[in-house]
C-alpha cells in the first residue's frame, strides 16, 4: 500500500515516488486545463481542480521537472466549484472544465491568454479584453467524432486511443446527439464516424455556430471599424481562408480580397461562390503571401491571418515584414502561437486589441481575435 502523506511539508520531500499520496495547494491553471500545484519546488499537474483548492492526489508520473497526479479528495474546494453534469467527466478526453462554474471558466481563459501574451510575447500589458461567452455553454457542438471498439462507442480518453463508453454528449447539439443516438442503436462496427448537423458547409468550419457568427462580427470590425475616420479601402488577404469563410463576408468593405489556401477543393468552392472583387490562390501560405501582398499598397492593405494551431511559419512571417501591410487581424486557437508570433512582429506593429471568444465552452480551447497597427 502507498505511504500516505498527510501534509504539505512532508509533500517538499524530494523522494517522491509515483503512488505516493500527498497533499496540494493549486496555484494555477494552466493552458491545457490542469491545475499547477508545487512539490519540493517541482510542478505538479492535476486535472478536475481549480486554483486555490486545497487537495489530495496520487503521484503518476514524475520527472526532473514535473510531476502528474490523480485528483483523490478535494479537501477545500473553491467557491467556483459546482457538480460536473457529464458522468464520464475526465474519463473522456473531451471537456477540462466542467467542474468550474461558467463565469469562472471564462476568467480562467482570459488570464491564461493575457498571461501567455506577457510571458511569450513580451508584452508588459497585453490589451486582453473580456472574453464573449457562449451563448450556450452546453449543447453547442455542431460536429463529433465517435470512436467504435470492440462494439464499445465513445470517445478517446486523453492520450491514448482508448474508448471510453458514453450514452450522450452534453456539449453536441440537440441535432447531434439525436445523430449519435441512432448510431448506438444500429450497433456499429468498430471504426470512427463523424456526426454532424445536417445542413451542409464546405471547407473548415467553427464547431459553435452562435459564437462562429460572433466571430465573423468580431472580425468585421476589426478589419473596418465603425468609428474609422480613414478607413483602409483597398486590399484585403485573407491568408488560411478555407472556402471564404471571412473572405465572402468582408468583400464589399474592400476594393479587391484574396485568399489564400492550400486545399484544392476549399479554393475552388471559395471561386464558385466569390463575387467579382474576389481571388482565389491554392497552395501553402508561407508561399503565396508575398505575391498576395503585392497586389495592392501597403497603406491600403489589411491582412487577415487564420492559422493552425502551430501559428505562422517563419516564411510567412517573412512575407509579412518584407511588405507590412497597415493592419494584422489574427484569428488565434493557441495562445502560446500567438504570443510567438507577436514578439516576432513586435519590431514592425504593436498589438492595439486582443478579443477573447469561448468557441469551446467546458474545453481548455481559447480563441482571440487579435488587431495589430504598423509602428
Same mark, same amino acid.
Given at each position: 500500500?502507498?505511504? !500516505? ?53 496520487? $503521484?503518476?508520473?514524475? !520527472? ?6 490523480? +485528483? ?59 472574453? $464573449? ?5 452546453? *449543447?453547442?457542438?455542431?460536429? /463529433? ?36 443516438? &441512432? ?6 462496427? &468498430? *471504426? ?15 464547431v459553435n455556430n452562435a459564437v462562429a457568427e460572433i466571430l465573423k462580427k468580431t472580425v468585421r ?42 486545399? $484544392? ?24 503571401? *508575398? ?19 502551430? *501559428? ?10 518584407d511588405r507590412p501591410p497597415a493592419r494584422i487581424v489574427y484569428v488565434s486557437c493557441n495562445p ?8 516576432? +512582429? ?8 486582443? /478579443? ?18 504598423? +509602428?
Open positions: 500500500m502507498p505511504k !500516505k502523506e498527510n501534509s504539505p511539508e512532508t509533500a517538499m520531500d524530494p523522494k517522491i515516488r509515483v503512488g505516493q499520496e500527498v497533499e496540494l495547494v493549486i496555484n494555477d491553471i494552466g493552458f491545457g486545463g490542469k491545475g499547477v500545484g508545487r512539490i519540493g519546488g517541482i510542478a505538479c499537474f492535476v486535472a478536475g481542480v481549480i486554483e486555490g483548492e486545497k487537495v489530495r492526489v496520487k $503521484i503518476a508520473k514524475v !520527472k526532473s521537472r514535473m510531476m502528474e497526479a490523480w +485528483l483523490l479528495e478535494v479537501l477545500e474546494p473553491s467557491p467556483q466549484r459546482i457538480e460536473a453534469p457529464c458522468p464520464v467527466f475526465l474519463k473522456c478526453g473531451g471537456c477540462s472544465y466542467q467542474h468550474i462554474d461558467y463565469p469562472h471558466q471564462l476568467r480562467i481563459k482570459e488570464t491564461q491568454l493575457r498571461e501567455a501574451l506577457r510571458r511569450l510575447g513580451a508584452l508588459s500589458d497585453p490589451p486582453v479584453e473580456k472574453m $464573449i461567452p457562449s451563448p450556450e455553454p452546453y *449543447g453547442y457542438r455542431n460536429r /463529433i467524432a465517435v470512436h467504435v471498439r470492440d462494439g464499445k462507442a465513445g470517445f478517446f480518453a486523453e492520450g491514448s486511443n482508448r474508448v471510453v463508453p458514453v450514452k450522450k454528449c452534453l456539449i453536441a447539439s440537440a441535432e447531434v446527439d439525436l445523430g449519435f443516438q &441512432d448510431l448506438l442503436k444500429e450497433r456499429p462496427r &468498430d *471504426g470512427d464516424y463523424l456526426i454532424g448537423e445536417k445542413k451542409r458547409y464546405g471547407g473548415f468550419r467553427q470590425n476589426a478589419v473596418r471599424p465603425a468609428d474609422e475616420v480613414h478607413p483602409i479601402a483597398g486590399l484585403l488577404v485573407d491568408a488560411y481562408c478555407g472556402a471564404g469563410f471571412f473572405a465572402h463576408e468582408l468583400q464589399a468593405l474592400f476594393t479587391k480580397v484574396i485568399g489564400i489556401e492550400r486545399s $484544392i477543393a476549399s479554393v475552388a468552392m471559395a471561386s464558385r461562390q466569390a463575387a467579382e472583387n474576389e481571388e482565389y490562390l491554392a497552395g501553402d501560405v508561407e508561399l503565396k503571401l *508575398g505575391e498576395a501582398l503585392n497586389a495592392g499598397k501597403p497603406e491600403e492593405t489589411v491582412l487577415l491571418l487564420d492559422p493552425p494551431s502551430e *501559428g505562422l511559419a517563419e516564411l510567412a512571417t517573412e512575407a509579412i515584414l502560446a502561437t500567438l504570443a510567438r508570433d507577436a514578439k516576432r +512582429l513586435a519590431g514592425n506593429y504593436r498589438i492595439v486589441q486582443v /478579443i477573447p471568444l469561448d468557441m469551446f465552452p467546458q474545453t481548455a480551447e481559447i480563441e482571440s481575435v487579435s488587431v495589430f497597427e504598423l +509602428l
